[in-house]
């Protein structure tokens, strides 16, 4: 997904509508760092299963696999609740893009919003000629977005 930084030609109107739609690729960012930890936590935690015997009681601190794991239920939960919150956020950015009755600016709002695409990638994909500005189309599409609480 590639880094946007769509905010520079935003009108100061519609800056607030453009930093409630920039909040699912915040939520997005959280909840694959929370999913990492844990995939990274999780691994550490059973790679040590390999060199732990039950039948051979061993040094150290006594815990076997399932100890392990469970000292990983937190950051399970976290990730866990950090996908529910991308889930819902997503859904209530899609119903205020959809707001937007002209497609050619839906579709502009949906690339740079819910795809991370920048002005430029975002262009070439909707078939933007160069004439056009993005950012005036930006703004244009901006304005037509319903909030939706």
Known sequence: MAKSNIAIGVD?????????????????????????????????????????????????????????LNDLEPLRVKADAEVRESVRIRTETIKMIDSVKPVKYRLLLNLLYLNGMDYKEAGNKIGIGRGEKMGALHNQALELVKIVR
């Not at 739609?21 to 936590?41: P, W």
Request: no cysteine.
């Open 12 to 68: 100061p109107g519609n800056i607030w509508k453009h930093s409630i739609l920039s909040g699912y690729q915040y939520q997005l960012q959280k909840q694959e760092q929370a999913t990492d930890n844990y995939l990274k936590a999780f691994e550490r935690a059973t790679m040590a299963k390999s060199y732990i015997r039950p039948d051979k009681v061993q040094g150290g601190d006594k815990r076997d696999l399932y100890d392990r």
